[in-house]
């Protein structure tokens, strides 16, 4: 599992910061505003806030407000939001999926010891916490994951790529159980907005595995669309996955056109008959330097078998750029950047949220794979050239 440079959304989208703040300032009426309150047990006593997120009409949930706890473990929020809208409720490290609207006066009874919420007042947040239930049962198992991790770098000192290795299987299961049971969860409500928010959260925060499921995903989209197709949140994801689709496995990647360091114009297409990992990557980017030995130890091993890189970067700096190609010593010819950061119209194009990201090429063009991890492209490349 690779960290990963996300793409920060530094301001709230101008409708919902208006609403916020309008609720901040208009009158107390009922009707003007929802209210989430909440008792919680069996709380660790290092935790000591809750914090609530709010879905921005995409799929990033932004921060909105926090609460401290009440000596009895009571918390309170008062907002203004006309439509239902989807909410995460944190505390500590667990999550509760909320969808309220003004009006609404949502009562919850929260239980840490066994990651239940029971809500009143707000019958889409009670039909939700299923899902919040599969999302806390699936973090508490990563996290004695992590714990196992952590034991054995500091006490044990064991190297931290070997223990990677050896628990990455493990956590990757996790994972895909929890992908599984939130599509089933969403299927079961996919004429509702609790189908939406389910891949909505779904893409949130596993956004990089979902490769696999993306047809199944497409087709809950499909029903959801049928029956709420008015709805602008539906709408604009409907938008969303056609543009993944675009860029799905067995589609021909979208050309690319950029200068190179010398301000010669490479193609992607110029590459055909080789197998070609397309890199997006940038100087500033730590997760990025920090995988580049990997993806080097790769080209170099298949560097005479049909297989490139063709790295798009995402700097803003020139010279910041060229010198960590040296550094990182990314021997192959094909570098490019329109220095444009994360507002590259590539990056939007190929809909790069995060990096590094990649995309695998066969000789005619097409992905045929995405999102891909160091173990995982050396596996794929150890079967195409059979080493």
């Known amino acids: 599992m690779i960290k990963t440079f996300t793409k920060i959304i530094p301001i709230l989208p101008l409708s919902l910061f208006?609403?916020?703040?309008?609720?901040?300032?208009?009158?107390?009426?009922?009707?003007?505003?929802?209210?989430?309150?909440?008792?919680?047990?069996?709380i660790p006593d290092n935790v000591q806030k809750a914090y609530l997120y709010a879905n921005d009409g995409g799929d990033i949930m932004i921060p909105i407000d926090s609460a401290v706890l009440s000596e009895e473990h009571i918390f309170k929020f008062i907002k203004n939001y006309p439509q239902p809208n989807l909410y995460q409720l944190v505390i500590g490290n667990h999550i509760f999926l909320l969808i309220t609207q003004n009006e609404e006066k949502v009562k919850l009874y929260i239980d840490l010891s066994n990651n239940t919420c029971d809500a009143k007042g707000s019958p889409n947040s009670q039909k939700i916490q299923p899902l919040s239930l599969i999302l806390n049962e699936s973090f508490t198992k990563s996290q004695k994951i992590?714990?196992?991790?952590?034991?054995?770098?500091?006490?044990?000192?064991?190297?931290?790529?070997?223990?990677?290795?050896?628990?990455e299987a493990v956590l990757n299961r996790i994972t895909e159980e929890q992908i599984q049971k939130t599509l089933?969860?969403?299927?079961?409500?996919?004429?509702?907005?609790?189908?939406?928010?389910?891949?909505?959260?779904?893409?949130?925060i596993h956004k990089d595995f979902l490769t696999p499921f993306e047809s199944h995903i497409a087709s809950i989209v499909a029903s959801l669309t049928t029956h709420l197709k008015n709805n602008p949140q539906v709408q604009q994801y409907n938008t969303s996955i056609k543009q993944e689709q675009r860029?799905?496995?067995?589609?021909?990647?979208?050309?690319?056109?950029?200068?190179?360091?010398?301000?010669?114009?490479?193609?992607?297409?110029?590459?055909?008959?080789?197998?070609?990992?397309?890199?997006?990557?940038?100087?500033?980017?730590?997760p990025c330097r920090q995988e580049n030995p990997n993806i080097v130890k790769q080209y170099?091993?298949?560097?005479?078998?049909?297989?490139?890189?063709?790295?798009?970067?995402?700097?803003?700096n020139s010279e910041a750029w060229k010198k960590a190609?040296?550094?990182?010593?990314?021997?192959?010819k094909h570098?490019?950047?329109?220095?444009?950061?994360?507002?590259?119209?590539i990056a939007k194009q190929y809909n790069i949220e995060s990096i590094p990201s990649s995309l695998l090429i066969d000789p005619s063009g097409k992905i045929v794979a995405k999102n891909l991890t160091a173990e995982t492209l050396k596996e794929i490349l150890s079967k195409v050239f059979k080493q």
């Open 18 to 42: 208006i609403i916020l703040i309008t609720g901040m300032l208009a009158s107390c009426s009922k009707k003007n505003q929802f209210s989430i309150e909440g008792k919680v047990e069996n």
């Open 146 to 167: 992590f714990a196992k991790m952590d034991s054995a770098v500091q006490i044990a000192h064991q190297k931290p790529d070997n223990v990677l290795s050896k628990h």
């Open 184 to 204: 089933t969860f969403a299927e079961q409500n996919q004429t509702s907005l609790i189908g939406l928010y389910a891949l909505l959260t779904l893409k949130t």
């Open 247 to 286: 860029i799905s496995i067995g589609q021909t990647a979208p050309e690319i056109t950029l200068p190179n360091p010398q301000g010669e114009v490479q193609k992607l297409s110029d590459l055909r008959g080789k197998y070609v990992l397309i890199d997006f990557w940038a100087s500033w980017c730590g």
């Open 300 to 316: 170099n091993t298949y560097k005479n078998k049909a297989f490139t890189i063709f790295s798009v970067s995402l700097d803003n």
């Open 325 to 332: 190609i040296k550094d990182d010593h990314l021997t192959w």
């Open 335 to 345: 570098h490019v950047s329109d220095f444009k950061g994360w507002e590259s119209d």
